[in-house]
Structure formats: structure tokens, C-alpha cells
């Protein structure tokens, strides 16, 4: 079964520095792996996947994810997190056989603190 | 909000009543798809069409029913058999295009609370 896990349910970080969200996932074969973010009562933007290719995939807003297939992982990253990054984020991953479904983490609450 | 259109954003009933969700899109994507929202659980599928006339059972699609009759619109009626149908309900479409690559484009959420 594909599923995608998410271990954190709030990561906190100052204005200026770093993020991590976290994504691992399990699926068989190669993965389609995809970020989304939610702002309060508002639906999912899409910010990048991972199909194949390079590693480091560079996405909307700043954002740029990792992909490490030893670790089966799928990190979401940035530099220099603003105030205006806070929201909830999702990992997905879209099943390659019936590739209609998709599988979402449980979220990752961001918080950016000035 | 990519040009999908969920109406209305809130909506409330009584227990015992069915209500229809509206979905509608302009991107001529095949593939629509209907989530519900719960706090600390992510999203969960409730149905899916990959197109006109066509559609098949997510992982809680009890309770549910859709229909597909156009291209554009996808509506969800939840129920007096739903449980415990208060959630945020979430629309998506996607490219069909006989493979795995594309991501979804959401609608902006139906809050549905019923008492």
C-alpha cells in the first residue's frame, strides 16, 4: 500500500532561518511525490512534486524539497522562512498503478515566528 | 484557488437531511475528486471521476453519493446515513492523462456543520 507519513504536527521556526517540514514515505516502486499548502479555511495550492530526475526539486514561494531514495524521504525546505510561510502542509503521494488516488500525510503545522 | 469553485463556503443542517455540495471547474480536466477535511487527519477520499458518467468509491465513500453528468461539475451529497458528516469538505481535479504525473488543483472548501 502507498502511504506517506509526516512526523511532525507543528514545526516552529524564527523569521530568517531555516525550515524543515518532514516527509517519509512508502510506496512500491518509484515514487510521484508532491507538496501542497493550506492557509486557514482556504483548499490546497500545490508547491512542487518530485517525478524523476534531480533530487532537489525548486517549487513555488521560495520552496525547494529533497528527495532521498535510501531514506525514502521527501523533505520540504527554505532558506529563510517569512512570518507569511506559516500555514499547514501536506505531503502527498500518488499511486503509480491507479494512479486516480492519492495519498496524503496527516499535516505539518508551520508556525514562523518574527 | 486554480479555477475550481465550491459553493457555498458554509453551510449548516439539521441531522436527518441531505445536502449536495457544489463543485465546478474550467481547467477541462478530466479527473475530479472529493476529500473530507478532519483536524489531525489529513485528507481523506471520498470519491473519485475520471470521467463524464464515472466514478468509483474512495476509502469512506459510505454515506456519500456523486454524480457526473458533465465534464465541469462534480457534486457531493452527503447523506442522513452519513455518521458524523460536520467536516470541511475539499474538490480537486486533475489531468487524466493516462499517467501519474500530474498534481491536483483545489477548490477553496465547504465547511458543512450539521446539528
Known amino acids: 500500500a502507498q502511504s506517506v507519513a509526516q512526523p511532525e504536527d507543528q514545526v516552529n521556526v524564527a523569521e530568517g532561518n531555516p525550515l524543515t517540514v518532514k516527509c517519509t514515505y512508502s510506496?512500491?516502486?518509484?515514487?510521484?511525490l508532491f507538496w501542497y499548502v493550506q492557509y486557514p479555511n482556504r483548499g490546497l495550492q500545490f508547491l512542487l512534486k518530485y517525478i524523476t530526475g534531480d533530487n532537489l526539486v525548486k517549487g513555488s514561494y521560495g520552496f525547494e524539497a529533497e528527495f532521498n531514495k535510501s531514506q525514502t524521504s521527501f523533505h520540504l525546505k527554505k532558506p529563510s522562512a517569512l512570518v507569511s510561510d506559516s500555514a499547514l502542509y501536506f505531503c502527498?503521494?500518488?499511486?503509480?498503478?491507479?494512479?486516480?488516488?492519492?495519498?496524503f500525510g496527516s499535516g505539518t503545522k508551520l508556525n514562523v515566528k518574527p | 484557488d486554480g479555477g475550481i469553485t465550491q459553493s457555498p463556503k458554509y453551510l449548516f443542517r439539521k441531522e436527518g437531511q441531505n445536502v449536495t455540495l457544489s463543485c465546478e471547474q474550467n481547467?477541462?480536466?478530466?479527473?475530479m475528486y472529493w476529500y473530507r477535511q478532519d483536524p489531525g487527519q489529513g485528507l481523506r477520499l471520498i470519491y473519485y471521476s475520471q470521467i463524464v458518467n464515472d466514478f468509483q468509491k474512495g476509502d469512506i465513500a459510505e454515506g456519500y453519493s456523486v454524480s457526473r453528468e458533465k465534464k465541469e461539475s462534480f457534486p457531493l451529497t452527503v447523506t442522513s446515513a452519513q455518521k458524523n458528516p460536520t467536516a470541511f469538505y475539499l474538490c480537486a481535479s486533475s489531468i487524466d492523462g493516462g499517467g501519474a504525473t500530474y498534481e491536483q488543483y483545489f477548490g477553496p472548501g465547504t465547511r458543512l456543520t450539521v446539528t
Open positions: 502527498a503521494v500518488r499511486d503509480r498503478w491507479n494512479f486516480n488516488k492519492f495519498y
Open positions: 510506496v512500491s516502486g518509484n515514487p510521484y
Open positions: 481547467l477541462n480536466h478530466d479527473a
